[in-house]
């Protein structure tokens, strides 16, 4: 068939994951490819035609409330960590309905926040970080007003991986009677499987919402981002009635919306199980120490200790030198404070692709002739 | 495996496309199915990544925009309809900075726009509509006012899929400076394949932006949705930096994206063309005169001639008789004003669906004991 050929060459041109560092994204799991394949014509936008479906969305939010410590945390599967962002953001704007609302959240959180403050209308204040770019929480309360709907942390920052301070975020949110939303589009699916475990979820009494996506570090495909709420009042805040559909109102931001992200983010989670997640994200977590140590010995020094499967290490060229791994079809990318090279060792991240990146790394260095720092 | 078996008991449970006759999805074309499939790891989230899948996505664009006549139409494939609504009416917020914006959309505006409203902070203004549920032209002008950003026409209402007079609707925007959004996430892709051809796209001057789903008349799977702009203006107006991401900015509202939908999409435009296509849409016009013929042989009145594939029939007792089908495993909807049954002739509505359906319809008349009206 000549389009699927032409097809096949415009996919050619995409870059394969095994060249991939940059990404916060990776190769679904094999559970998920089969899952997606069979809910392909799904669409969770009339549940009334797609019960099982809707069913099956049921039990993926009751898995994840679970891991989140929250089992009847209500809320449903998204197009990923930007809609979650802004569901969260907008509900808690429309439970207070404050004349000129604003939010405040750590200056290291992902740029979909000044999204949705365009989006939404709301202020988006900026928190300072510690020297570990951790939110300072003093710098948050200072920030936090009359007209403030809600504050954020992170778990898992975009840059570095880090997690916020959310047990002293959480205290903030309860003597402010806000409410606090956790970013943990990426780090949702990791520190519940670390060894070293960080209280960021449900658990603490003042998060209200949590941003959870599966088609990060959950192997699923995408668009699966899950938003979760502790009680119904928050989905209620976002509902429109929806005449000619088999349900009578829809909280979600889109309509039509593929089944497909449900079914391969259960299946992985189901077949992985906690212990099968828990050796996945270990071995992540071991593959970004490997990357450290070899990138020490070519003499980088990380921004911080890698705290989950993100590092960044500190050089004046970092720019440099993703351009020229880019030319020769390496993914990586940079931060700008400090400025720095950022990889992510995703579950593709093998020994292998690491030794393959470190030697392409070491020739571009050799190129623009220039010690790391 | 246990897991896919059971994902499977779960599938079972939906209803099958053969008994829904309320639905603007469809099943996929068999061409968006293998398309899907060879694109399901893709993220146009990361375009450096998916370079070959983001070009693609740029020649789906145009022939989205050749279609609509603007060939050089900027924009993007989307999550669906809200989105793209979402889009274009934020695009037209932010490009007035108008300090309590509003909108005019006719009453039949899909519930989206209620949606809208709310996330964008935007006055909503429902235009009347005349005896045949196309909008009012003098009623929308009544409505604007120094702070109205923007004025929406549909092409293909959700509940009749009735066409407003847009060329009218073109001339309003031109005389009062302000733009005009349409909305033909279903009718996009009908009309232009249709004998007799209304104007509604970019042939029009006034037109600034139109909502077009390929994931509805086009075929594609879930999601691909599609806005297009008349120039790059509206999409600056949305954007937002990317740090970290192999893009310097973003102007989407979703950060991650499958490419999945603009594979499949472009599959099924290429794969039929313009003939293939005009004999789908003409072959679901044919299966609409005759589900009307069956219907009105039944007592049942149209509440308008249709249009496109959509066929609403007067009936006191509509949610009754959506209810009997439904526990019949038959979708069909209702539209209340005036109360209606509402039936979408999709392509997988074959005249075997049909004689199908109608004798289940007699069922449920003879069990309600009544009259349709």
């Given amino acids: 068939m000549d389009i699927l050929k032409e097809l096949e060459e415009f996919r050619r041109k995409d870059i394969p994951y095994s060249r991939v560092l940059g990404s916060m994204c990776t190769v679904p799991h094999p559970i998920a490819i089969k899952a997606h394949k069979m809910f392909i014509e799904t669409n969770l936008g009339d549940p009334g035609i797609f019960r099982g479906t809707r069913e099956l969305e049921e039990k993926l939010v009751k898995l994840l409330g679970e891991i989140l410590h929250h089992p009847n945390a209500k809320g449903y599967v998204c197009s990923g960590g930007t809609e979650a962002n802004i569901q969260a953001i907008r509900s808690f704007r429309n439970l207070r309905r404050s004349d000129k609302p604003n939010i405040v959240v750590p200056k290291s959180a992902h740029f979909s926040f000044d999204k949705i403050g365009d989006l939404l209308c709301v202020e988006v204040r900026k928190a300072e970080l510690d020297e570990e770019y951790r939110v300072d929480p003093a710098s948050v309360e200072s920030l936090i007003d009359d007209r403030t709907v809600g504050i954020v942390g992170i778990a898992g920052t975009t840059e570095l991986g880090q997690v916020d301070p959310i047990e002293e975020l959480s205290k903030i949110a309860i003597e402010y009677g806000i409410d606090l939303h956790v970013d943990a589009a990426f780090g949702g699916l990791v520190i519940p499987f670390m060894d070293k475990i960080t209280k960021f979820d449900f658990e603490l009494e003042g998060v209200s919402s949590i941003t959870v996506d599966p088609h990060k570090m959950g192997m699923a495909t995408i668009p699966a981002g899950g938003i979760l709420f502790r009680d119904e009042r928050y989905l209620k805040a976002l509902e429109v009635m929806t005449p000619y559909l088999t349900s009578r109102s829809q909280w979600t931001l889109t309509g039509t919306r593929p089944g497909t992200g449900v079914a391969s983010a259960y299946a992985v989670l189901r077949y992985l199980g906690f212990e099968g997640m828990g050796k996945i994200v270990k071995r992540c977590l071991r593959m970004t120490e490997i990357v450290k140590e070899e990138m020490e010995a070519l003499g980088f020094e ?59 790394i070491k020739d571009v260095l050799k190129i623009i002739d220039v010690r790391p720092q």
Wanted: charged share 25%; proline share 7%.
């Fill in 302 to 360: 990380p921004v911080i200790e890698p705290i989950m499967n993100i590092v960044c290490f500190k050089t004046e060229h970092a720019e440099k030198i993703k351009e020229e791994l880019m030319k020769r079809d390496w993914i990586i990318s940079t931060i700008s404070n400090p400025k720095a090279i950022r990889l992510v060792i995703m579950p593709h991240v093998t020994e292998e692709v690491i030794s393959n990146f470190i030697s392409e």
